[in-house]
Structure formats: C-alpha cells, structure tokens
C-alpha cells in the first residue's frame, strides 16, 4: 500500500494544528476548510486572496453575491424566448406545479419573498393565464393557486434551456465539488430561513445575539 496520500494528509493536520492557538477549537470541519482552501489556491488562477485585512466573511458574502448576478445573467438567457420574466416567474411556476397546487403565503414563503414583492410575481402569473386560483376547500378565506394547461406548457418548454444554464452555473466544479458546495449552501439556508420567517424584523445586532445564544 502506498502512504504518500497519508503522509500528505498528516502534514496538512500538523500544520493546521500549529496554526491554531490553544483557545481556537480544532475539530475536523475546521480541518477540512482548511485543507480546501491549501488544496485549492495551489491548484487554480482564481484562488481567493484573503490579504488587505478582508474577513472570510465578508468575502463569502461577496461572493455569493457576485455568484448571483452571473447565474442572473444566464437564466435571463435561458428565458429570452419564453412567456416568463424573471428568474422568481419560474421559481413560482415550477413551485405551483410540483405541489400539485399551493395558497399564496405557502408559494411566497418557499421563494423566501416579501408577501408585496411575492404577490406582484403572482399577480404577473395569473394575468398571463399561466396559473388559476380557486377557493381553498380547507379554508374558504383563502385562494389556492393551480398551474393552467398553458402554465405547464411554457414551463415544460423552459426545462432544456434551465437545464443548460445550471450546468454552466456550477462551472468546472467536479461531482464531489458539488456535493460539497451543496451541503454548505443547504446548511446556510436550513440557517437562515427561519431568521427570514420569524424574526426578519430583528435588527442586525439582535439577529447577531440571536444566533450567539443557540
């Protein structure tokens, strides 16, 4: 058996180790970013560069943003030839769809919306006949929205080019990059879509001490 992959390994935990001050936690998540960053900056052109007293966090941040305006710019592609607008005119559709019929607060809080910003996509939906809304058997205040014949359609017809515009979203990542990235960004949302649901009114500093306390 060949140890130079172990050896290797051990190297990097020694000097993470020695990296770390007696109070910093050493445990294996802390372990493995560390590794991945070691790994990755020696291994491509576009490495993060952590200097000019930049935080990991405010990077990360960054980063995701400017993730979003390039996978903005791709579906926008993706949905040139097709009845929906926006990114949201899918996420709604496909939503609607999938659950066989949903009530508006349900559809909005699944898109993480504001309820003005959500019911303007809906509004949007329903007057391009794309979905329907009937009286909620279970609750006659409310309205259930449907998906139409003519929503699936334009739906149906937008998977191909949707599909073209992930693969090139995720980029040169290899199959356990993306497994990877996709625990981290699940774990991120399972964090903040409660903050979103009950506690968005919260001030920064309250959401901070919030999240310092559980």
């Known amino acids: 058996m060949n140890y130079e992959l172990l050896q290797q390994l051990i ?51 960054q980063l995701i943003a400017f ?17 929906l607008i926006t990114l949201d ?7 609607i769809w999938q659950r066989g019929g949903c009530s508006k607060t349900e559809i909005i809080e699944l898109n993480i919306h ?5 019911m303007e996509v809906i509004k949007r939906l329903l007057n391009n006949k794309l979905i329907e809304q009937t009286d909620d058997p279970n609750d006659r205040r409310s309205k259930r929205l449907l ?3 003519r929503g699936k359609g334009v739906l149906f017809g937008t998977f191909g080019e949707m599909r073209k515009a992930s693969l090139i979203i995720s980029g040169n990542l290899n199959e356990i990059e993306k497994l990877q990235l996709l625990y981290l960004l699940q774990k991120l949302h399972f964090f903040h879509k ?3 649901l009950n506690e ?15």
């Open 194 to 196: 409660p903050l979103f």
């Open 11 to 61: 190297g990097h935990l020694a000097d993470y180790e020695a990296q770390r001050s007696s109070s910093q936690r050493k445990d294996m998540e802390g372990f493995v970013a560390y590794l991945n960053q070691q790994v990755f900056s020696k291994s491509t052109d576009a490495a993060v560069d952590f200097e000019n007293s930049e935080t990991v966090e405010a990077l990360l941040s």
């Open 200 to 214: 968005r009114e919260k001030s920064l500093d309250e959401l901070l001490n919030l999240n310092q306390t559980e």
């Open 89 to 95: 005119d899918f996420g709604y559709l496909a939503g």
């Open 67 to 83: 993730l979003y305006r390039y996978a903005k710019g791709y579906i926008k592609k993706a949905l040139e030839d097709s009845a």
């Open 114 to 118: 504001e309820k003005t910003t959500g």
């Open 147 to 149: 998906i139409t014949e």
